[in-house]
């Protein structure tokens, strides 16, 4: 059974995300204070939180930040219906993705499902494989990335994102391709959120001197180049 975390001060909507993702077969904790939630992801383990951003003490963008210093647990955003500024900051700060309020349950239990079932290395490769380019390695089993010799920090979604580019090297993958086999979900109009992680990735490797190795084609997509490229 699955473990979820919700962090959120509404407490009747909290109680109720209780009920029913419980009648789903989650096991479901709840924390109305952040500052409480983020000691529990501390002390328990969980298979994803749902955030919401706005709240008393500090918000989610801040326990985001937080939790990512020591958790790589996978992360859902609640944001305000759209906040596009909420969407791209909480995607900068590491969420795996948002869903906008109000929302139907049924969708946030299908994105918890797609979420959870990338993220098992059991499921998310048929195959587990270690692979190396640009001086990158990449262990598909536990999810671990090094670049020239230096461990890089990604979220869940970062890493399928990575893989999937190094393991399709030097072909084109549509964002209508990435979004299925990465967000699990078809591309919808105005969202960003794949093209904030691809954004992330970049940024992390360059910082661990890898740049300039995921090519942006305009209107079609993104490419992971060949190293003679």
């Known amino acids: 059974m699955n473990k979820l975390l919700i962090i959120d001060d509404d407490k009747g909507l909290t109680e109720l995300l209780s009920d029913y993702l419980s009648q789903q077969g989650f096991d479901v904790r709840v924390a109305n204070n952040p500052l409480e939630g983020i000691e529990l992801i501390n002390k328990v383990p969980h298979d994803l939180l749902l955030l919401d951003?706005?709240?008393?003490?500090?918000?989610?963008?801040?326990?985001?930040?937080?939790?990512?210093?020591?958790?790589?647990?996978?992360?859902?955003m609640l944001t305000a219906k759209g906040d596009d500024f909420d969407k791209i900051l909480g995607l900068e700060l590491g969420a795996d993705d948002y869903l906008p309020k109000p929302f139907n349950q049924r969708e946030?239990?299908?994105?918890?499902?797609?979420?959870?079932?990338?993220?098992?290395?059991?499921?998310?490769?048929?195959?587990?494989?270690?692979?190396?380019?640009?001086?990158?390695?990449?262990?598909?089993?536990?999810?671990a990335v090094i670049a020239n010799g230096n461990t890089i920090e990604?979220?869940?979604?970062?890493?399928?994102?990575?893989?999937?580019?190094?393991?399709?090297?030097?072909?084109?993958?549509?964002?209508?391709?990435?979004?299925?086999?990465?967000?699990?979900?078809?591309?919808?109009?105005?969202?960003?959120?794949?093209?904030?992680?691809?954004?992330?990735?970049?940024?992390?490797?360059?910082?661990?001197?890898?740049?300039?190795v995921i090519k942006t084609i305009r209107g079609s997509g993104y490419l992971m180049q060949h190293e003679t490229d």
């Open 53 to 76: 951003v706005m709240m008393p003490e500090i918000d989610g963008f801040e326990a985001l930040k937080r939790i990512r210093t020591f958790s790589s647990i996978p992360v859902i």
């Open 154 to 212: 990604m979220t869940s979604t970062e890493f399928l994102l990575l893989a999937y580019l190094m393991k399709n090297v030097g072909n084109l993958q549509s964002k209508e391709v990435l979004s299925e086999k990465v967000l699990g979900r078809k591309l919808s109009a105005f969202d960003r959120s794949l093209d904030m992680h691809v954004s992330n990735v970049r940024k992390k490797l360059a910082n661990n001197g890898v740049a300039d």
């Open 108 to 143: 946030l239990v299908a994105r918890i499902k797609a979420l959870i079932r990338r993220l098992n290395p059991s499921t998310a490769f048929n195959q587990p494989q270690k692979v190396s380019l640009h001086g990158v390695d990449i262990n598909e089993a536990n999810q």
